[in-house]
């Protein structure tokens, strides 16, 4: 977009939050001219992808900077133990404010303007080594989604897909059972929790192809875990996903973000 409209719009927008003053949404700054809607440009700009050396197969965070030292493919505890039956899982900014803050203002007060900022994010940091035939995005079970009105995960889908100039499917991987939120369960709880969870329709959709899983936030897999057997069972050649945000080990912080947000938790409401 030429500078001279860029300007032209920042003056409407300047004049439009003089009369209806809202502030933001992490800092409860009052906006300005800020161009991202309800978040300031100092918070937005606190938002960086997760970095440093990672497992390979979940991208779950090592502490250590010479985890993947020796071996670049090394692959977290927990991988080795119970390998996911997706083949990889990318996660691109750890969920902590003010990007937690953002995810709960699009999800639960319904702020649609945050959609394409978001999505933006995510195809800033997209991996080079993505291929992928089929996006599809987590779905939300029928009764949630009249609830919540919209699916989070496939309004980031959808912006992904027309950047990566790939289909995205909404009906072939549905949710049939109503689950308890994953947050205050056990591992074991989350896995019955979830068992029979959901289902595949049109089976011969997946037969050899790529599939990508898209959700907003990555808390403990088990989600993603569960749509990857059913696709793979259904006949996907692989199967990987692809997460806006991961709830952090408050260790794996940065102190300066610790120090700029508090003792604010960095927690999540979904699984």
Not at 170 to 175: D, E, I, M, P, S
Not at 187 to 207: G, I, K, M, P, Y
Request: aromatic share 6%.
């Amino acid at each position: 977009m030429p500078p001279g409209v860029l300007d032209v719009l920042g003056i409407c927008r300047l004049a439009l939050r003089a009369l209806l003053p809202i502030d933001c949404i992490s800092c409860a700054r009052p906006l300005r001219m800020d161009p991202v809607p309800y978040v300031c440009d100092l918070c937005w700009d606190l938002i960086t992808p997760i970095s440093g050396p990672r497992c390979s197969r979940c991208d779950q965070p090592f502490a250590s900077n010479a985890a993947n030292t020796w071996s670049p493919t090394h692959r977290c505890q927990p991988c080795l133990e119970r390998p996911p039956a997706y083949d990889r899982a990318w996660t691109l900014y750890p969920y902590i404010p003010p990007l937690q803050d953002v995810i709960c203002a699009l999800k639960y007060r319904h702020a649609f303007g945050l959609a394409r900022p978001l999505a933006a994010l995510m195809i800033r940091a997209l991996p080079e080594q993505l291929e992928v035939d089929l996006i599809l995005p987590v779905p939300l079970h029928p009764s949630r989604l009249r609830a919540r009105e919209f699916n989070q995960s496939l309004l980031l889908a959808d912006r992904l897909g027309k950047y990566l100039m790939r289909p995205i499917s909404t009906t072939a991987l549905v949710r049939t059972v109503v689950t308890e939120p994953q947050t205050s369960l056990t591992r074991q709880e989350r896995l019955r929790n979830l068992r029979r969870a959901f289902t595949v329709r049109h089976a011969e959709s997946f037969d050899g192809r790529r599939v990508l899983l898209v959700d907003d936030v990555f808390t403990t897999g088990t989600t993603l875990n569960e749509c990857a057997k059913i696709l793979r069972s259904a006949g996907a050649a692989s199967v990987s996903a692809l997460t806006l945000a991961r709830t952090m080990d408050s260790r794996l912080v940065p102190d300066r973000l610790l120090a700029e947000h508090g003792a604010r938790k960095f927690t999540s409401p979904r699984s």
